[in-house]
Protein backbone atom coordinates (compact mmCIF):
# COMPACT_ATOMS: atom_id res chain seq x y z
CA UNK A 1 0.00 0.00 0.00
CA UNK A 2 1.66 3.34 -1.13
CA UNK A 3 2.39 5.80 1.15
CA UNK A 4 -0.21 8.92 0.64
CA UNK A 5 2.29 12.19 -0.92
CA UNK A 6 0.83 14.32 2.05
CA UNK A 7 2.48 11.72 4.78
CA UNK A 8 5.52 13.91 5.31
CA UNK A 9 8.51 11.76 6.05
CA UNK A 10 6.13 9.04 7.82
CA UNK A 11 7.76 6.17 5.99
CA UNK A 12 8.30 3.81 8.73
CA UNK A 13 5.48 4.66 11.04
CA UNK A 14 3.28 4.00 7.64
CA UNK A 15 5.07 0.51 6.78
CA UNK A 16 4.58 -0.30 10.26
CA UNK A 17 0.78 0.45 10.36
CA UNK A 18 -0.01 -1.18 6.89
CA UNK A 19 2.00 -4.60 7.69
CA UNK A 20 -0.25 -4.68 10.42
CA UNK A 21 -3.46 -4.09 8.92
CA UNK A 22 -2.42 -6.81 6.03
CA UNK A 23 -1.38 -9.41 8.47
CA UNK A 24 -2.77 -13.13 6.90
CA UNK A 25 -5.11 -14.93 9.16
CA UNK A 26 -8.77 -14.48 10.90
CA UNK A 27 -9.04 -13.26 14.35
CA UNK A 28 -9.19 -10.19 15.98
CA UNK A 29 -5.51 -8.56 16.12
CA UNK A 30 -4.58 -5.28 18.08
CA UNK A 31 -2.12 -2.69 17.42
CA UNK A 32 -1.04 0.79 19.58
CA UNK A 33 -0.03 4.00 18.51
CA UNK A 34 1.40 6.54 20.67
CA UNK A 35 3.21 9.85 20.57
CA UNK A 36 3.43 13.30 21.94
CA UNK A 37 0.61 15.55 20.81
CA UNK A 38 0.87 17.13 17.33
CA UNK A 39 3.08 14.40 15.94
CA UNK A 40 0.61 13.73 13.39
CA UNK A 41 -1.29 10.59 14.96
CA UNK A 42 -4.46 11.17 13.91
CA UNK A 43 -3.73 12.86 10.18
CA UNK A 44 -1.75 9.21 9.60
CA UNK A 45 -4.50 6.99 11.20
CA UNK A 46 -7.50 9.10 9.28
CA UNK A 47 -5.95 8.46 5.68
CA UNK A 48 -4.69 4.83 6.71
CA UNK A 49 -8.78 4.20 7.20
CA UNK A 50 -9.60 6.22 4.66
CA UNK A 51 -7.41 3.74 2.02
CA UNK A 52 -8.68 0.53 3.50
CA UNK A 53 -12.20 1.08 3.92
CA UNK A 54 -11.90 1.30 8.08
CA UNK A 55 -13.87 3.05 10.34
CA UNK A 56 -12.28 6.09 12.54
CA UNK A 57 -13.49 7.14 16.06
CA UNK A 58 -11.80 10.28 17.95
CA UNK A 59 -12.89 10.15 21.38
CA UNK A 60 -13.48 13.57 23.29
CA UNK A 61 -13.68 14.29 27.02
CA UNK A 62 -17.19 13.84 27.75
CA UNK A 63 -18.98 11.71 29.75
CA UNK A 64 -20.09 8.07 29.46
CA UNK A 65 -23.43 8.17 27.67
CA UNK A 66 -22.09 10.80 25.59
CA UNK A 67 -19.43 9.24 24.46
CA UNK A 68 -21.58 6.12 23.71
CA UNK A 69 -23.69 7.96 21.47
CA UNK A 70 -20.88 9.76 19.61
CA UNK A 71 -18.93 6.31 19.19
CA UNK A 72 -23.21 4.93 17.70
CA UNK A 73 -23.54 7.72 15.67
CA UNK A 74 -19.80 7.33 13.89
CA UNK A 75 -20.59 3.83 13.32
CA UNK A 76 -23.82 4.14 11.95
CA UNK A 77 -22.62 6.68 9.54
CA UNK A 78 -19.74 4.28 8.93
CA UNK A 79 -22.05 1.76 7.87
CA UNK A 80 -24.77 3.85 6.02
CA UNK A 81 -27.21 3.01 8.25
CA UNK A 82 -30.96 5.51 7.39
CA UNK A 83 -30.61 8.30 10.29
CA UNK A 84 -26.73 7.47 10.56
CA UNK A 85 -27.03 6.09 13.87
CA UNK A 86 -26.86 2.69 16.00
CA UNK A 87 -28.00 2.59 19.66
CA UNK A 88 -25.47 1.52 21.53
CA UNK A 89 -25.92 0.92 25.31
CA UNK A 90 -22.54 -0.50 26.74
CA UNK A 91 -19.15 -1.22 25.66
CA UNK A 92 -19.99 -4.81 25.39
CA UNK A 93 -22.79 -3.75 22.49
CA UNK A 94 -20.31 -1.83 20.90
CA UNK A 95 -18.05 -4.68 20.81
CA UNK A 96 -20.36 -6.53 19.61
CA UNK A 97 -20.64 -4.40 16.44
CA UNK A 98 -17.46 -4.32 15.75
CA UNK A 99 -16.91 -8.34 15.86
CA UNK A 100 -19.42 -8.26 12.80
CA UNK A 101 -18.41 -5.49 10.84
CA UNK A 102 -18.46 -6.14 6.67
CA UNK A 103 -14.43 -5.93 5.88
CA UNK A 104 -12.34 -5.24 2.18
CA UNK A 105 -9.84 -7.33 1.26
CA UNK A 106 -9.96 -10.14 3.86
CA UNK A 107 -10.45 -7.46 7.13
CA UNK A 108 -12.00 -4.76 8.50
CA UNK A 109 -10.18 -2.05 10.48
CA UNK A 110 -10.87 -0.21 13.20
CA UNK A 111 -9.53 2.71 14.51
CA UNK A 112 -10.45 4.27 17.85
CA UNK A 113 -8.02 7.51 18.89
CA UNK A 114 -7.58 9.56 21.93
CA UNK A 115 -8.49 5.96 23.37
CA UNK A 116 -7.19 7.29 27.24
CA UNK A 117 -10.34 9.68 26.78
CA UNK A 118 -12.41 6.85 27.38
CA UNK A 119 -10.64 5.07 29.90
CA UNK A 120 -11.12 8.42 32.04
CA UNK A 121 -15.08 7.63 32.05
CA UNK A 122 -14.90 3.51 31.49
CA UNK A 123 -11.75 1.85 33.40
CA UNK A 124 -13.16 -1.49 32.69
CA UNK A 125 -12.66 -1.10 28.83
CA UNK A 126 -8.89 -2.80 28.43
CA UNK A 127 -10.42 -5.35 30.14
CA UNK A 128 -13.33 -5.78 27.99
CA UNK A 129 -11.24 -5.46 25.32
CA UNK A 130 -9.02 -8.38 26.38
CA UNK A 131 -12.04 -10.53 26.45
CA UNK A 132 -13.25 -9.84 23.20
CA UNK A 133 -9.37 -9.77 21.74
CA UNK A 134 -9.39 -13.39 23.71
CA UNK A 135 -12.74 -14.74 22.57
CA UNK A 136 -12.35 -13.38 18.91
CA UNK A 137 -8.24 -14.55 18.27
CA UNK A 138 -9.52 -17.54 16.33
CA UNK A 139 -12.90 -16.36 14.87
CA UNK A 140 -13.94 -16.37 11.50
CA UNK A 141 -14.08 -13.03 10.95
CA UNK A 142 -10.91 -10.74 10.59
CA UNK A 143 -10.49 -7.52 12.64
CA UNK A 144 -7.46 -4.99 12.68
CA UNK A 145 -8.14 -3.30 15.65
CA UNK A 146 -6.07 -0.38 16.48
CA UNK A 147 -5.62 1.82 19.49
CA UNK A 148 -4.13 5.51 19.81
CA UNK A 149 -3.35 8.35 22.50
CA UNK A 150 -0.72 10.86 23.31
CA UNK A 151 -0.74 10.58 27.18
CA UNK A 152 2.32 8.76 26.73
CA UNK A 153 1.91 6.93 30.54
CA UNK A 154 -1.50 5.84 29.83
CA UNK A 155 -0.90 3.95 26.65
CA UNK A 156 2.38 2.55 27.79
CA UNK A 157 0.76 1.28 30.64
CA UNK A 158 -1.92 -0.65 29.09
CA UNK A 159 0.62 -3.30 28.22
CA UNK A 160 2.83 -3.39 31.73
CA UNK A 161 2.96 -6.02 34.41
CA UNK A 162 -0.43 -7.55 35.07
CA UNK A 163 -2.60 -5.03 33.38
CA UNK A 164 -5.58 -6.89 31.14
CA UNK A 165 -3.66 -5.92 27.45
CA UNK A 166 -0.59 -7.03 28.04
CA UNK A 167 0.23 -9.85 25.84
CA UNK A 168 -2.66 -8.80 23.66
CA UNK A 169 -1.02 -5.95 21.00
CA UNK A 170 1.19 -7.50 18.40
CA UNK A 171 2.27 -4.10 16.58
CA UNK A 172 2.94 -1.08 19.20
CA UNK A 173 3.88 1.89 16.77
CA UNK A 174 5.77 4.91 18.60
CA UNK A 175 5.01 8.32 16.57
CA UNK A 176 8.73 10.59 16.92
CA UNK A 177 9.29 13.99 16.48
CA UNK A 178 11.20 14.93 13.39
CA UNK A 179 15.03 14.26 13.27
CA UNK A 180 16.51 18.25 13.01
CA UNK A 181 17.38 17.83 9.34
CA UNK A 182 13.77 16.40 8.88
CA UNK A 183 12.26 19.35 10.51
CA UNK A 184 14.46 21.76 8.55
CA UNK A 185 13.15 20.60 5.26
CA UNK A 186 9.15 19.88 6.63
CA UNK A 187 9.38 23.99 7.71
CA UNK A 188 11.31 25.19 4.65
CA UNK A 189 14.40 26.86 6.03
CA UNK A 190 17.65 26.30 3.82
CA UNK A 191 19.86 28.28 6.58
CA UNK A 192 21.35 26.04 8.86
CA UNK A 193 21.57 28.97 11.69
CA UNK A 194 18.48 29.79 11.02
CA UNK A 195 17.24 26.02 11.16
CA UNK A 196 19.09 25.28 14.87
CA UNK A 197 16.99 28.32 15.78
CA UNK A 198 13.78 27.26 15.07
CA UNK A 199 14.27 23.54 16.25
CA UNK A 200 15.98 24.77 19.58
CA UNK A 201 12.51 26.88 20.17
CA UNK A 202 10.15 24.33 18.77
CA UNK A 203 11.72 20.76 17.90
CA UNK A 204 10.90 18.09 15.70
CA UNK A 205 7.30 18.51 16.54
CA UNK A 206 5.19 19.04 12.79
CA UNK A 207 1.90 20.00 14.29
CA UNK A 208 3.53 23.30 15.36
CA UNK A 209 4.01 25.09 12.13
CA UNK A 210 -0.02 25.27 11.51
CA UNK A 211 -0.22 27.14 14.73
CA UNK A 212 2.05 29.77 14.38
CA UNK A 213 0.43 33.20 12.34
CA UNK A 214 3.54 33.90 10.57
CA UNK A 215 6.01 31.88 8.18
CA UNK A 216 8.93 30.79 9.73
CA UNK A 217 12.05 32.80 9.69
CA UNK A 218 14.55 33.01 6.19
CA UNK A 219 17.19 33.86 8.29
CA UNK A 220 18.46 34.57 12.02
CA UNK A 221 17.96 38.61 12.12
CA UNK A 222 13.80 37.23 11.57
CA UNK A 223 14.18 35.03 14.34
CA UNK A 224 13.17 37.41 17.36
CA UNK A 225 10.32 38.84 15.09
CA UNK A 226 8.85 35.38 14.11
CA UNK A 227 9.37 34.53 18.42
CA UNK A 228 7.15 37.51 18.90
CA UNK A 229 4.74 36.74 16.80
CA UNK A 230 4.24 33.21 17.77
CA UNK A 231 5.73 31.09 21.11
CA UNK A 232 5.87 34.64 22.91
CA UNK A 233 2.85 36.11 22.26
CA UNK A 234 0.01 35.64 24.47
CA UNK A 235 -2.19 35.03 22.06
CA UNK A 236 -0.48 32.34 20.45
CA UNK A 237 -1.62 28.79 21.16
CA UNK A 238 1.78 27.63 22.05
CA UNK A 239 2.30 30.22 24.37
CA UNK A 240 1.44 28.06 27.18
CA UNK A 241 2.34 24.89 25.57
CA UNK A 242 3.92 23.63 28.48
CA UNK A 243 0.69 23.66 30.85
CA UNK A 244 -1.09 22.10 28.14
CA UNK A 245 1.18 19.03 27.44
CA UNK A 246 1.45 18.51 31.58
CA UNK A 247 -2.23 19.16 32.33
CA UNK A 248 -3.26 15.99 29.51
CA UNK A 249 -1.03 13.77 31.86
CA UNK A 250 -3.74 13.07 34.51
CA UNK A 251 -0.95 10.98 36.09
CA UNK A 252 1.16 14.14 37.19
CA UNK A 253 -1.64 15.56 39.47
CA UNK A 254 0.66 17.90 41.55
CA UNK A 255 1.76 19.88 38.50
CA UNK A 256 3.27 22.36 40.78
CA UNK A 257 6.20 19.96 41.48
CA UNK A 258 6.47 18.38 38.47
CA UNK A 259 6.96 22.15 36.73
CA UNK A 260 9.73 22.74 39.78
CA UNK A 261 10.97 19.69 39.03
CA UNK A 262 10.99 20.46 35.05
CA UNK A 263 12.60 23.94 35.93
CA UNK A 264 15.45 22.39 37.61
CA UNK A 265 16.65 20.62 34.80
CA UNK A 266 16.04 23.16 32.18
CA UNK A 267 18.26 25.11 34.47
CA UNK A 268 20.76 23.05 34.07
CA UNK A 269 20.87 20.62 37.21
CA UNK A 270 21.13 16.81 35.13
CA UNK A 271 21.50 14.51 37.80
CA UNK A 272 18.85 13.36 40.90
CA UNK A 273 21.43 14.93 43.58
CA UNK A 274 21.35 18.36 41.73
CA UNK A 275 17.79 17.82 41.38
CA UNK A 276 16.81 17.71 44.64
CA UNK A 277 18.82 20.33 45.72
CA UNK A 278 17.65 22.76 43.64
CA UNK A 279 14.34 22.14 44.99
CA UNK A 280 15.70 22.10 48.47
CA UNK A 281 14.37 18.32 49.05
CA UNK A 282 16.02 15.01 50.13
CA UNK A 283 17.43 12.85 46.93
CA UNK A 284 15.30 10.20 47.86
CA UNK A 285 12.01 12.60 47.17
CA UNK A 286 12.40 13.80 43.42
CA UNK A 287 12.70 10.14 42.56
CA UNK A 288 9.43 9.59 42.05
CA UNK A 289 8.85 12.87 40.30
CA UNK A 290 11.76 12.49 37.81
CA UNK A 291 10.30 8.74 37.13
CA UNK A 292 6.59 9.73 36.27
CA UNK A 293 8.01 12.63 34.02
CA UNK A 294 9.95 10.03 32.20
CA UNK A 295 6.86 7.61 31.68
CA UNK A 296 5.19 10.86 30.71
CA UNK A 297 7.89 11.76 28.06
CA UNK A 298 8.70 14.90 29.37
CA UNK A 299 12.38 14.16 30.86
CA UNK A 300 14.79 11.59 29.35
CA UNK A 301 17.40 9.42 31.06
CA UNK A 302 20.69 9.25 29.14
CA UNK A 303 22.66 6.69 31.03
CA UNK A 304 26.44 7.96 31.46
CA UNK A 305 27.97 6.27 28.29
CA UNK A 306 31.24 5.50 30.67
CA UNK A 307 29.06 4.52 33.78
CA UNK A 308 26.53 2.45 34.03
CA UNK A 309 23.61 3.60 36.62
CA UNK A 310 24.76 7.18 36.66
CA UNK A 311 21.71 8.81 34.74
CA UNK A 312 22.14 12.24 33.07
CA UNK A 313 18.43 14.11 32.77
CA UNK A 314 17.51 16.28 29.99
CA UNK A 315 14.39 18.29 28.80
CA UNK A 316 12.29 15.84 26.04
CA UNK A 317 10.62 18.45 24.05
CA UNK A 318 12.41 21.67 23.38
CA UNK A 319 9.31 23.92 23.16
CA UNK A 320 8.96 22.82 27.24
CA UNK A 321 12.17 23.66 27.81
CA UNK A 322 11.93 26.85 26.21
CA UNK A 323 9.11 28.23 28.10
CA UNK A 324 10.60 27.40 31.78
CA UNK A 325 14.05 28.85 30.84
CA UNK A 326 12.51 32.09 28.99
CA UNK A 327 8.57 32.77 29.46
CA UNK A 328 7.97 31.55 33.14
CA UNK A 329 10.64 33.17 34.66
CA UNK A 330 9.32 36.69 33.24
CA UNK A 331 5.52 35.45 32.34
CA UNK A 332 4.40 38.83 33.86
CA UNK A 333 6.12 40.76 31.22
CA UNK A 334 5.68 38.44 28.38
CA UNK A 335 2.03 38.58 29.24
CA UNK A 336 1.96 42.01 29.37
CA UNK A 337 3.14 42.07 25.59
CA UNK A 338 6.26 43.88 26.72
CA UNK A 339 8.21 41.58 24.67
CA UNK A 340 10.72 43.03 23.31
CA UNK A 341 12.39 44.26 27.23
CA UNK A 342 11.78 40.68 28.39
CA UNK A 343 13.18 38.59 25.34
CA UNK A 344 16.37 40.94 25.95
CA UNK A 345 16.82 40.61 29.70
CA UNK A 346 16.13 36.86 28.53
CA UNK A 347 18.87 36.22 26.32
CA UNK A 348 21.92 34.97 28.60
CA UNK A 349 19.63 32.20 29.82
CA UNK A 350 18.52 31.56 26.58
CA UNK A 351 22.03 30.59 25.31
CA UNK A 352 23.09 29.16 27.90
CA UNK A 353 20.64 26.77 28.46
CA UNK A 354 18.12 26.75 25.39
CA UNK A 355 20.85 27.13 22.70
CA UNK A 356 24.00 25.17 24.07
CA UNK A 357 22.13 21.88 25.79
CA UNK A 358 20.22 22.23 22.15
CA UNK A 359 23.49 22.06 20.34
CA UNK A 360 25.15 18.98 22.70
CA UNK A 361 22.01 16.97 21.79
CA UNK A 362 22.14 17.53 17.77
CA UNK A 363 26.42 16.90 18.32
CA UNK A 364 25.13 13.68 19.39
CA UNK A 365 22.48 12.96 17.34
CA UNK A 366 24.81 14.40 13.95
CA UNK A 367 27.26 11.68 15.38
CA UNK A 368 24.89 8.83 15.93
CA UNK A 369 22.59 9.19 13.17
CA UNK A 370 24.54 11.49 10.24
CA UNK A 371 27.82 11.22 10.81
CA UNK A 372 30.33 8.43 8.56
CA UNK A 373 32.10 5.79 9.78
CA UNK A 374 35.49 7.66 8.72
CA UNK A 375 34.09 10.47 10.75
CA UNK A 376 33.32 8.64 13.83
CA UNK A 377 35.89 6.12 13.47
CA UNK A 378 34.01 2.84 12.94
CA UNK A 379 30.42 2.06 13.35
CA UNK A 380 29.00 3.87 15.81
CA UNK A 381 26.47 1.61 18.00
CA UNK A 382 25.55 4.09 20.63
CA UNK A 383 25.66 7.56 21.53
CA UNK A 384 25.78 9.82 24.98
CA UNK A 385 27.22 12.56 27.02
CA UNK A 386 29.86 11.66 30.02
CA UNK A 387 31.20 12.70 32.93
CA UNK A 388 34.76 11.93 33.60
CA UNK A 389 36.96 11.75 37.11
CA UNK A 390 40.38 13.74 37.39
CA UNK A 391 41.51 11.98 40.39
CA UNK A 392 44.96 14.07 40.53
CA UNK A 393 43.20 17.44 40.42
CA UNK A 394 40.40 15.94 42.30
CA UNK A 395 37.72 17.34 39.56
CA UNK A 396 35.54 16.20 37.26
CA UNK A 397 34.79 16.79 33.43
CA UNK A 398 31.50 16.79 30.92
CA UNK A 399 32.09 15.16 27.76
CA UNK A 400 29.28 16.14 25.28
CA UNK A 401 29.92 13.06 22.49
CA UNK A 402 30.92 9.62 23.82
CA UNK A 403 30.50 7.63 20.73
CA UNK A 404 30.86 3.53 21.20
CA UNK A 405 30.76 0.92 18.99
CA UNK A 406 30.15 -2.91 20.22
CA UNK A 407 32.97 -5.60 19.89
CA UNK A 408 32.06 -9.27 19.12
CA UNK A 409 32.14 -10.20 22.86
CA UNK A 410 29.39 -7.89 23.47
CA UNK A 411 31.96 -5.28 25.15
CA UNK A 412 31.71 -1.35 24.34
CA UNK A 413 34.71 -0.04 23.17
CA UNK A 414 35.17 3.98 22.98
CA UNK A 415 35.19 5.09 19.20
CA UNK A 416 35.64 9.09 19.27
CA UNK A 417 34.43 11.73 22.09
CA UNK A 418 33.41 15.12 20.90
CA UNK A 419 32.60 18.61 22.46
CA UNK A 420 30.34 21.01 21.31
CA UNK A 421 30.27 24.61 21.65
CA UNK A 422 27.26 26.93 21.14
CA UNK A 423 29.33 30.41 21.38
CA UNK A 424 30.12 33.69 19.27
CA UNK A 425 33.66 32.52 19.12
CA UNK A 426 35.51 30.32 16.98
CA UNK A 427 36.96 26.83 18.52
CA UNK A 428 40.37 27.16 19.07
CA UNK A 429 43.64 24.91 19.57
CA UNK A 430 42.74 25.11 23.07
CA UNK A 431 39.71 23.65 22.61
CA UNK A 432 41.75 20.74 20.80
CA UNK A 433 44.37 20.18 23.77
CA UNK A 434 41.81 20.06 26.36
CA UNK A 435 40.12 17.61 24.26
CA UNK A 436 43.18 15.41 23.63
CA UNK A 437 43.45 15.56 27.93
CA UNK A 438 40.25 14.16 28.01
CA UNK A 439 41.10 11.21 26.03
CA UNK A 440 43.69 10.34 27.78
CA UNK A 441 42.00 10.65 31.23
CA UNK A 442 39.53 7.76 29.62
CA UNK A 443 42.16 6.08 28.45
CA UNK A 444 43.76 5.34 31.90
CA UNK A 445 40.45 3.08 32.48
CA UNK A 446 39.82 2.50 28.83
CA UNK A 447 42.96 2.02 26.84
CA UNK A 448 41.59 1.66 23.53
CA UNK A 449 40.01 5.06 23.55
CA UNK A 450 43.93 6.34 23.09
CA UNK A 451 43.23 5.42 18.75
CA UNK A 452 39.77 7.02 19.06
CA UNK A 453 38.69 10.12 16.99
CA UNK A 454 38.45 13.85 18.36
CA UNK A 455 35.14 15.62 17.29
CA UNK A 456 35.17 19.45 17.66
CA UNK A 457 31.50 20.92 16.84
CA UNK A 458 31.19 24.66 16.84
CA UNK A 459 28.29 26.66 15.76
CA UNK A 460 30.46 29.70 15.23
CA UNK A 461 33.51 28.52 13.18
CA UNK A 462 37.26 27.53 13.89
CA UNK A 463 40.28 29.40 14.22
CA UNK A 464 42.81 29.21 11.42
CA UNK A 465 45.41 27.76 13.06
CA UNK A 466 42.98 25.24 14.72
CA UNK A 467 41.93 23.79 10.87
CA UNK A 468 45.31 23.95 9.97
CA UNK A 469 46.38 21.43 12.57
CA UNK A 470 43.40 19.59 12.49
CA UNK A 471 44.47 19.07 7.98
CA UNK A 472 47.67 17.30 9.12
CA UNK A 473 45.60 15.33 11.62
CA UNK A 474 43.66 11.66 10.70
CA UNK A 475 42.03 11.44 14.08
CA UNK A 476 40.37 15.10 14.43
CA UNK A 477 37.25 16.01 13.14
CA UNK A 478 35.56 19.93 12.53
CA UNK A 479 32.27 19.77 12.16
CA UNK A 480 30.41 23.40 11.91
CA UNK A 481 26.90 23.77 11.75
CA UNK A 482 26.97 23.69 8.36
CA UNK A 483 28.30 19.83 7.66
CA UNK A 484 25.92 19.15 11.01
CA UNK A 485 22.68 20.08 8.63
CA UNK A 486 24.11 19.29 5.63
CA UNK A 487 27.45 16.92 5.67
CA UNK A 488 28.54 13.39 7.00
Known sequence: MDRPPELFARESEWSDLTSFVEQPGPGTRLALVRGRRRQGKSYLLRRLATAVGGFYYQAVEEEQSQALAGFGAALGEHLGIPGGRLAIDSWEDALAVLEDLPSKDGSAVVVIDEFPYLMNHSPELPSLLQRFIDRTRDGDGALRLILCGSALSVMAGLLEGTQALRG????????????????????????????????????????????????????AGDFAKWLAAGPLSPASALFREDDYLLTEERALSDRALYHSVVAAIASGNTSQAAVAQALGREQRSVQHPLRALE????????????????????????????????????????????????????????RTHVLGPHFENLAREFTFRFASSGTVGGQVASVGPAVVNDTAQRTQHEVDVVALTREQDGSSRVLAIGEAKHTTSKRTLGDLTRLEELRELIAKKQPAAAEGNLLLFSASGFESSLKIAAGKRADVELIDIDRLYNGT
Open 295 to 350: DAGFVVAIDDALRSRRPIYRIADPIVRFHHVVTRRDLARFEDRRTAEAWEDAQPRF
Open 168 to 219: RASTDVVVRTFDYRTSAEFWGITNPATAFLVDAVVGGTPGYRDLLPASPPKR
